[in-house]
């Protein structure tokens, strides 16, 4: 019954910031990797950035320098800062976590980006 809530999405101007956090919920024993993911409206999910147990962080072309992706096992929550957003940035953002096992995402959270 592992649930993940993002949150930290809303409206923000561009070249603002935004934080995202997925906290994952119920029994978690063991966390592999995490992402995130986003679709904008008329668009394919994408991958935005992945985080390896050991640490180790992939991103998409056009997010590089500007987003870092980052956990904390030991909050069971993973984090998302996004700097200098751009309106193509707009999108509902998931986070996907393998806990326990399996893989799970999270219910999405909307970011606008405003210009």
């Known amino acids: 019954q592992v649930q993940l809530v993002e949150s930290g999405g809303g409206l923000v101007q561009a070249g603002g910031s935004r934080k995202l956090s997925c906290a994952a919920s119920?029994?978690?024993?063991?966390?592999?990797?995490i992402g995130w993911f986003r679709q904008a409206p008329g668009k394919q999910r994408e991958m935005v950035a992945t985080i390896a147990n050991g640490g180790r962080t992939n991103y998409v072309d056009s997010v590089k320098g500007r987003f870092t992706i980052s956990r904390d096992d030991a909050k069971n929550t993973a984090y998302l800062q996004m700097n200098n957003l751009k309106p193509e940035d707009t999108a509902v953002y998931y986070c996907?976590?393998?806990?326990?096992?399996?893989?799970?995402w999270g219910q999405g959270t909307q970011v606008t980006v405003s210009s």
């Open positions: 996907y976590e393998f806990l326990n096992g399996r893989g799970y």
């Open positions: 119920g029994t978690i024993v063991t966390i592999g990797i």
